[in-house]
């Protein structure tokens, strides 16, 4: 490794935590770039560098949310998912390795320095406004809600995963949990898993789970890759068509419940899976004394279907059109920006997308209760107007329409690199 404080000259400093009392020894990012493979990950906070290759496995985001940011300043994320920061440093303190050499940037690589300063102004505007403050009179009428209709407890579980309804964040994890497990049938530790990395690193191969779906279905570059590498495992150019067979009615009934299963019992997450089972056990006891055996078995299979399609037109419409491809290392405003989209607001697609129309919202301040979003969306618009980003709203229908249209895009482009390049 390159010396520190004068590039290429003298021995580097000792790796290892950084000596309570001592001067903190000084990186450059040509030292912390290799430091990106499994078992060696470093990463960069507030200019500080810490060696998170051990301590990554008990990260309770899972290490590969952690690890998703190796060898990148990771400050935007980390302030992003963490409401107690405080607490949060005391576990980084034993990890820290140094600090970025005074003249060196604070990002790695071509990055907006005045955007990232902007952003963390408005983070901070928004503290100020108290919109980080969960309202409990919405939550308590939420909850109501579903208890009467059983509807939507999927979106009570995703507010509960980010934190944002109590104030404390294992009040929010116990919660999550039962509305997860009881009402749902599914694991909470699994759905943040997976979750989390999508928010990350969104619409990013490899670490978005939501977007790497393929040999399935063929999204943003890898229909070119695809092509190019003749790989024809289904006919992509007719995605689009087979999408309304395999895609919104199966995703709940069978790739999540496969996925939830394995990752509860390869991870061991027990209380999850007990929690589970009373969701099961609940609903056959509730219905086979009306229904019989098979009756309730097609019961079960219908309303997995249905909210499968809710949950799939819901997610999607503010994904799936926007940029998907290989990580660029953009700082964490333009990196959620790329990939999300908002869909115009009513009260009718506020209720029936639990908010999540307000997207772009959601995703630079994910642990923000949704009910605050209305408030910072113009202040956001205003960050996007001064640096010239897009800020893209569209109708409801049109955001449902260009789902199809972008997977048959994505599988046109498949076919003209398999045929052509």
Known sequence: MSGVGEPGGGPGPREGP?????PLPTFYWEQIRPHNLPGDKWLVIERRVYDISRWAQRHPGGSRLIGHHGAEDATDAFHAFHQDLSFVRKF???LLMG???PEEPSHDGPQNAQLVEDFRALRQT???MKLFEAEPAFFALLLGHILAMEAQSWCLQHDLGHTSVFRKSWWNHMAQQFVMGQLKGFSAHWWNFRHFQHHAKPNIFHKDPDVTVAPVFLLGESSVEYGRKKRRYLPYNHQHLYFFLIGPPLLTLVNFEVENLAYM??????????WATSFYARFFLSYVPFYSLSGVLLLFVAVRVLESHWFVWITQMNHIPK????????????????ATCNVESSPFTDWFSGHLNFQIEHHLFPTMPRHNYSRVAPLVKALCAKHGLSYEVKPFLTAL???IGSLKKSGDVWLEAYLHQ
């Open 126 to 128: 928004a503290k100020d």
């Open 99 to 101: 600090e970025l050499a």
């Open 18 to 22: 950084a000596q309570p009392g001592a």
């Open 265 to 274: 019992l390869v991870c061991m997450q027990w209380t999850d899976l007990l």
């Open 92 to 94: 980084l303190q034993p």
């Open 323 to 338: 940029e998907i491809g290989h990580e660029k290392r953009r700082d964490w405003a333009s990196s959620q920006l790329a």
């Open 401 to 403: 329409v260009d789902i």
